[in-house]
Nanobody, 115 residues
């Protein structure tokens, strides 16, 4: 079965940077588009960024466009999210999944941005 493990979250000041990682197993990773999602306190989970199976195409939510970069390493079954110029509103639990999302959600990784 598909499993994902997110890591790399933590605390950062506004304007700072963090890089998240997600290792996936139980699937032919290089055949799947992958995506990052996030859930802020009191809000629904929302799409953040996606990357096609080859890594040749990406898409972003308007709220993170120009600040976040999604990438992948198919040899390591890993997808990354480089987050720059962090804002208070980026505080959330971040999850990765296939795109479209499967039922196999991981525990997520907490990102907390402070002023």
């Amino acid at each position: 079965q598909v499993q994902v493990v997110e890591s790399g979250g933590g605390s950062a000041q506004a304007g700072g940077s963090l890089t998240l990682s997600c290792v996936a197993s139980g699937l032919t990773f290089s055949s799947y588009a992958m995506a990052w999602f996030r859930r802020a306190p009191g809000k629904e989970r929302e799409f953040v960024a996606a990357i096609w199976w080859s890594g040749g195409r990406t898409s972003y939510a308007d709220s993170v466009k120009g600040r976040f970069t999604i990438s992948r390493d198919n040899a390591k079954n890993t997808v990354y999210l480089k987050m720059n110029s962090l804002k208070l509103e980026d505080t959330a639990v971040y999850y990765c999944n296939t795109d479209p999302a499967s039922a196999a959600w991981g525990q997520g990784t907490q990102v907390t941005v402070s002023s």
